[in-house]
Structures are given as C-alpha cells and as structure tokens.
C-alpha cells in the first residue's frame, strides 16, 4: 500500500475506506481500481503489447468468508459513490443474456457490481445445462476485449458499440467451490478475473467525513466528467 500516493483518489479511499467498513483495505482498493476502470472509459488502453492493444477495463472478484471479510460492504461503498457522481456507469446483475446486450447497447461503458456473487454462479453454473440465465456468462466473456457486436434478438438487433466492460464482484470461497467446475476455471470466464482473497482487518476507530474524503469524492467526479 505504501507505493500509493496518499493524496491520490485511490490513497484516499483505502484510508477513508479501511476505518468506514472494517473490511480488508486490499478490497477497498481493488474495487477502487475496478472503479477508475469504468470511471476511465475509453481514455484508458496501452498498444503496447504484441497481441494488440490492452483495454483499462477490469474484472476483480474478492473473496473472503462470509459476514466477516466485508468485502461485499467495501465493494458497496465505492460503487455507492461511483454510482453518486455518474449513475449510468453502474449497473447489477442483469435479469438475462438478451439484458445484459441491451444494457451494453444503451451504456456500453460499464461496472457490473455482483455483491452477491454467489446467487450468480448458482444461477449461470456449466453443471446446470443451457439456461435462459446460463448464457449471461458467455455475454460477458465476449464483451471483455472491447469488441462491437450484432446480435439479432426476437425482432430486432441489438448494437453494442466499443464497449469497455468492468465487474466488481465478492464471493465466499464455498459458493466457488459449489457452483464451479475445472473447465470454467481453464475458459474464458473466471480466467479473466484479478482475484483477492483476504480476511478483514477490525480496527476500533470510526470514519469521519474529513475534507480529503470530500475532495476524493469531487475528484471522482471530475475524472469521470
């Protein structure tokens, strides 16, 4: 933590963010980066690489054990202020594959919060056979590089242009183990994701709304406009 600058969005939001949630400050600051990400938009990408370029999207799952790591309250005290500053950059779990094209269409740029991942993997798991639900995650995968899609549905088309797709997820490790299989860890899907895997960290002081937390929060603001 200490190569983060303490006057930087990020340096603000562990600190603020470690002593508001008693949560592990690794899943504040990650999903303040998931943040940054889709905060970034289309200003954030590197050519650098041989394969092509690098998009700034980025999928974090944090896991940890269930009421205690907190992880979910830290993912939803960041999205919470994302979603204050610029409501269309956040959405939840979609109801269905058809939604989630139709959400890309209308916002391609995007954090998908799953702070209930586990309802989601029950829901999209490989051993459930082909799903109206279970098509979500292939949805996801082809969305992660940025790529424009067609996708004729029912009695349209839906468009969905250069979009750049984040995920902030938290998960308990035993819904990981219930609801996955070796293939979806050697796929595309899961293979994506940066994952935390930590405890929390008590601490018997509470948060203040200090002037740096203030202006972290402007300064979100400003990013994103």
Known sequence: MGAIPKDSYLGKQVAYGYLQTGGNAAFVLFAGLAALADASGRRLESAVF?????LGNLWCLLVGQSATARKTTCLNLITAQLAQVAPTLVCGKPGSGPGLL???AAHPITLMELG???DFLAATASNNGVSFYSQVKESCTKFFDGKSEETPYSKEVIHVRDPRFSIVAACAPPFLADHT???DWEGGFYSRFLMICTDSER???LAKQTPATVEGRRWCGDWIG
């Open 102 to 104: 139709k959400r890309l």
């Open 203 to 205: 601490n018997v002081r």
């Open 116 to 118: 209930e991942m586990g």
């Open 181 to 183: 299989v070796k293939r």
């Open 50 to 54: 041989a394969g092509g370029e690098t």
